[in-house]
T-cell receptor, first 112, second 114 residues
């Protein structure tokens, strides 16, 4: 069973701090990784994707990928209360007809 | 770019009736679309993969005769919940995959079966 694992949280960080969200995956054939944000009662929204080892930055968000350790992370700098949501990590193995394997999500709470 | 719409956003129906949900990729062509279901406080559950011009592939445990999927064009897929029952009440979400296999989600359809 190919799995993506995340700590369910909640992860609580104060406003302005860096939130670090982590994800591990078991399928070594995974080639791309995605971070989605899902607010309560809403559908997931794509934040970033990454497919090369290293860091990828987009505004306050940085995705990190380490294929040797099968580890993906998302850093959110200067966390805001509006960042409070569930963050879903997903992997893609292109041999699986574009199907994503999702983690169960980490709930982030940014406190004032 | 990469906008996916769903219609309707919310539907209430009587038990035994059928409900059709539309999913459209507005600014890109999607060879593959996906249908998910999500119950309150639970994870996304993939129901089926929809490919333009071919039959949908259903996940284990999903009844294909109950959840009819049609992917008539590169921008439109429909999900019909046939003979809906209260246990079918859920949040149904579609996604569309770009050529680079990045999935963008629609806003979802909340179905309530009375």
């Amino acid at each position: 069973q190919k799995e993506v694992e995340q700590n369910s949280g909640p992860l609580s960080v104060p406003e302005g701090a860096i939130a670090s969200l982590n994800c591990t995956y078991s399928d070594r054939g995974s080639q791309s990784f995605f971070w989605y944000r899902q607010y309560s009662g809403k559908s997931p929204e794509l934040i970033m994707f990454i497919y090369s080892n290293g860091d990828k930055e987009d505004g306050r968000f940085t995705a990190q990928l380490n294929k040797a350790s099968q580890y993906v992370s998302l850093l959110i700098r200067d966390s805001q209360p509006s960042d409070s949501a569930t963050y879903l990590c997903a992997s893609l193995n292109t041999g699986t007809a574009s199907k994503l394997t999702f983690g169960t999500g980490t709930r982030l709470q940014v406190t004032l | 770019g990469a906008v996916v719409s769903q219609h309707p956003s919310r539907v209430i129906c009587k038990s035994g009736t059928s409900v059709k949900i539309e999913c459209r990729s507005l600014d890109f062509q999607a060879t593959t679309m996906f249908w998910y279901r999500q119950f309150p406080k639970q994870s996304l559950m993939l129901m089926a993969t929809s490919n333009e011009g071919s039959k949908a592939t259903y996940e284990q445990g999903v009844e294909k005769d109950k959840f009819l999927i049609n992917h008539a064009s590169l921008t439109l897929s429909t999900l019909t919940v046939t003979s809906a029952h209260p246990e079918d009440s859920s949040f149904y979400i579609c996604s569309a995959a770009t050529v680079q296999e990045t999935q963008y989600f629609g806003p979802g359809t909340r179905l309530l079966v009375l």
